[in-house]
Nanobody, 113 residues
């Protein structure tokens, strides 16, 4: 059974940092691409960052220079390091393995001004 379990998130002031984790079971990140998405209230879910099976990463322009996605194969976990957070980053964040259409449970990130 494929499962993605997220941790991290919370409430932080603008300019602060948070790290989200997504631990996998039943699937190996070293052979599967993974993504981080977010969904703000009243908005559609949007892609934030992605990592390929060989470890190449990409982030969307709105978070470039602030967010980094990386992976720990020994822990079978992907991370989203978020720095210089802004109120506009407030959303529920989800990790995803697109090939298996599997999603994490979601993690609330709230950035106060």
């Amino acid at each position: 059974q494929v499962q993605l379990v997220q941790s991290g998130g919370g409430v932080v002031q603008a300019g602060g940092s948070l790290r989200l984790s997504c631990a996998a079971s039943g699937v190996h990140f070293r052979i599967n691409a993974a993504n981080w998405y977010r969904q703000a209230p009243g908005k559609e879910r949007e892609l934030v960052a992605s990592i390929s099976s060989i470890g190449m990463t990409n982030v969307v322009d709105s978070v470039k220079g602030r967010f980094t996605m990386f992976r720990d194969d020994a822990k079978n976990t992907v991370y989203l390091q978020m720095n210089s957070l802004k109120p506009g980053d407030t959303a529920v964040y989800y990790c995803n393995v697109p090939l298996l259409s599997t999603w994490g449970q979601g993690t609330q990130v709230t950035v106060s001004s």
